[in-house]
């Protein structure tokens, strides 16, 4: 049982997209938006990532929070289309290593996403833990963007998951995006995370400077930090190279996804390597090939 639960928080704080908990703070608003892209003028120009985007993350009293702000090189109709709508996400968020299926469903006039979110190998659905996000939508207007996906409770004691984005237009034909997610958590899944964090999360960090050694090498956030970090990094790409994949015709459209997801990971490879790319994109084929089959 032991072992379950290490693994059982492996993936769910791998999965961190599932977040926001009760403490998440509201969406900025056009106004808020476009306020926060100029106070973050010097970050997006120049930093660790070597693309225009701040990440930030915290850690409260049994709950998880991060928050990534990005210039994206896609005009915000684009955007705005492609996320705008709860069609896409599950083509967006298959394309994280743990999640294992999504499906979109309209239950009682609800708009539903099942997820299902596993380990960083192949598994069939019945080894996996499901999560149902309630699909919110917000604005979508010609100059704001914003929607959120809500799950009250998760595996064990987890609960209060959402995942929030906003966007606005910026000059030449980009838009700033800001993704937030957390989730809270009690006892059990405490204490599973302590068991993880002991083993094989032990060696993990994220990308926040904690401080320097003695030769000024950056020695990073671990922890649970680290765990949201690394996972706000793979969503946002997921959400990009959902984005860069429509330039591809329809039918080369999940390959471009593919590649470009993993490509823009293994940029970070202390942080965010897991599998070679050819386990990968195996995976991801086969999964996205069961994502499209009715549903069970």
Same mark, same amino acid.
């Given at each position: 049982?032991r ?12 999965l ?12 900025a ?6 306020n926060?892209y ?20 915290s ?8 928050d ?5 090189p ?9 996320l ?17 299926y999504?499906?979109?469903?309209a239950p ?9 979110v596993?380990?960083k190998?192949e ?29 009250d ?5 987890t609960?209060?998951?959402r ?5 606005? @237009?910026l000059p030449?034909?980009r ?15 405490k ?5 993880y964090?002991?083993?094989v ?9 904690a401080?320097?050694g ?10 649970t ?28 459209r ?5 590649e ?7 940029? $970070? @490879? ?12 195996s995976?991801?084929?086969?999964? $996205? ?8």
């Amino acid at each position: 049982m032991r072992s379950r639960f290490i693994s059982f928080f492996a993936l769910l704080l791998a999965l961190a997209l599932q977040a926001a908990c009760a403490q998440a703070e509201p969406l900025a608003g056009p106004t808020g938006l476009k306020n926060r892209y100029e106070e973050l003028q010097g970050e997006l120009a120049s930093n660790q990532f070597k693309r225009p985007i701040y990440l930030n993350s915290s850690e409260g009293s049994g709950a998880v929070k991060g928050d990534i702000y990005a210039v994206l090189p896609y005009p915000f109709a684009q955007v705005r289309e492609a996320l705008g709508t709860p069609e896409n996400w599950c083509d967006i968020l298959i394309l994280h290593l743990n999640t294992k299926y999504c499906r979109l469903s309209a239950p009682q006039g609800k708009t539903l996403l099942r997820m299902h979110v596993g380990k960083k190998i192949e598994q069939d659905l019945s080894d996996t833990y499901r999560v149902d996000f309630n699909y919110r939508g917000g604005a979508n207007g010609a100059d704001y963007l914003s929607s959120t996906m809500q799950a009250d409770k998760g595996p064990l004691d987890t609960s209060d998951y959402r995942i929030q984005i906003e966007a606005i @237009p910026l000059p030449e034909g980009r838009s700033f995006l800001h993704l937030t997610y957390s989730y809270s958590y009690g006892m059990a899944s405490k204490l599973a995370l302590r068991a993880y964090l002991m083993t094989v999360g032990r060696d993990k960090v994220g990308f926040t400077i904690a401080k320097r050694g003695a030769g000024g090498e950056p020695q990073y956030v671990d922890g649970t930090r680290a765990t949201v970090e690394r996972n706000t990094m793979r969503y946002y790409m997921a959400i990009d190279a959902y984005l860069a994949g429509l330039v591809a015709p329809p039918e080369q459209r999940l390959e471009k996804r593919l590649e470009t997801w993993f490509a823009a990971t293994e940029q $970070y @490879p202390r942080q965010l390597h897991e599998v070679d790319r050819a386990a990968y994109l195996s995976m991801k084929r086969n999964e $996205y090939a069961r994502q499209q089959k009715p549903a069970e």
